[in-house]
């Protein structure tokens, strides 16, 4: 069974529309993390998530919007996409404790037409 | 701002050779990590060092930690084909529950 596990794989859309990411974990993990990776394979925390309050929030545009509905899931919906978006959004998930390490999907790539 | 900078950039070796890469960041840290990305797929957690530690052994893999200087290194020895891959630390900043990573290694092991 896949641990973090997120849909789609691939996204490709048009400047200007609006679109969702899904993440789940079956870890049991509390913590969950969403990650941008650029063209040049930087990888940057955009928020995080524990026990469905938000913990981190990177200076990201206010048009990326995470939301928990509970602690295995953690959804970004991103509006007005623009082409800069485009790269590849990874999920993570961990327990709260520091030091823990990081559980990632397998990604998600955006590309901006 | 970025906190660990992985060296080299890009290494390339024969099978059956060791690799090693360095990190190094800038404040700092309570622990760091390595973690691998092969193509296309995410990060998987390798190895973590505590500030208070210098030297961790998983397998082939090992790690080196030297506050004074801020840098670890990753040794990977005996490398094989599938360790073909990116390689990134990731630390804390003092602390923070945010882990910052480099830029990563990436390593090609010829057959």
């Known amino acids: 069974d896949t641990a973090v596990s997120q849909t789609p794989k691939y996204l490709v859309t048009q400047m200007g529309n609006d679109k969702s990411i899904k993440c789940e974990q079956n870890l049991g993990h509390d913590t969950m993390y969403w990650y941008k990776q650029d063209s040049k394979k930087f990888l940057k925390i955009m928020f995080s998530y524990n026990n469905k309050e938000l913990i981190i929030n990177e200076t990201v545009p206010n048009r990326f919007s995470p939301k928990s509905p509970d602690k295995a899931h953690l959804n970004l919906h991103i509006n007005s996409l623009e082409l800069g978006d485009s790269a590849v959004y990874f999920c993570?998930?961990?327990?709260?404790?520091?030091?823990?390490?990081?559980?990632f999907g397998d990604g998600t790539r955006l590309s901006i037409l | 701002s970025q906190q660990g900078e992985e060296d080299p950039q890009a290494l390339s070796i024969q099978e059956g050779e060791n690799a090693t890469m360095n990190c190094s960041y800038k404040?700092?840290?309570?622990?760091l990590q390595w973690y691998r990305q092969n193509s296309g797929r995410g990060l998987v957690h390798l190895i973590l060092i505590r500030s208070n530690e210098r030297e961790k052994h998983s397998g082939r893999l090992r790690v080196t930690l030297d506050t004074s200087k801020k840098s670890s290194s990753l040794l990977i020895t005996a490398s094989r084909a599938a360790d073909t891959a990116s390689y990134f630390c990731a630390t804390d900043q003092g602390g923070s529950e945010k882990l910052v990573f480099g830029k990563g290694t990436k390593l090609t092991v010829n057959p």
């Open positions: 404040t700092s840290i309570n622990n």
């Open positions: 993570a998930s961990s327990q709260y404790r520091r030091g823990q390490p990081q559980h």
